[in-house]
Nanobody, 123 residues
Framework: QVQLVESGGGLVQAGGSLRLSCAAS????????MGWFRQAPGKEREFVAA????????LYADSVKGRFTISRDNGKNTVYLQMNSLKPEDTAVYYC????????????????WGQGTQVTVSS
């Protein structure tokens, strides 16, 4: 089992920045690809970004390319999502997730999920 805990959400004005963190723990918390997803009210959960265990493979949703950066520190078992130039449409609950093997954008492939952290961007 892998436990994931997100932090760093909050309220920010449009154009501002936030950095989300996701701390992983558990007896098998290594060698996992990590992803960030988000879910806005009334909408389905959608892919945001993913990173392989070694950080070589990185994927982004088109809607966040050039604004968001995913990274990880395996020594700290933590993955980050740096969010810049935030827009009101980025408002959502952000979830991190873990999966074995390669980084992917498909929500269904992720085995473990955090509880989510709220990000609200005001106009």
């Amino acid at each position: 089992q892998v436990q994931l805990v997100e932090s760093g959400g909050g309220l920010v004005q449009a154009g501002g920045s936030l950095r989300l963190s996701c701390a992983a723990s558990g007896p098998s918390s290594g060698y996992y690809a990590m992803g960030w997803f988000r879910q806005a009210p009334g909408k389905e959960r959608e892919f945001v970004a993913a990173i392989s265990w070694g950080g070589i493979s990185i994927l982004y949703a088109d809607s966040v390319k050039g604004r968001f950066t995913i990274s990880r520190d395996n020594g700290k078992n933590t993955v980050y999502l740096q969010m810049n130039s935030l827009k009101p449409e980025d408002t959502a609950v952000y979830y991190c997730a873990a999966k074995r093997s390669s980084a992917r954008s498909s929500l269904k492939e992720y085995e473990y999920w955090g509880q989510g952290t709220q990000v609200t961007v005001s106009s």
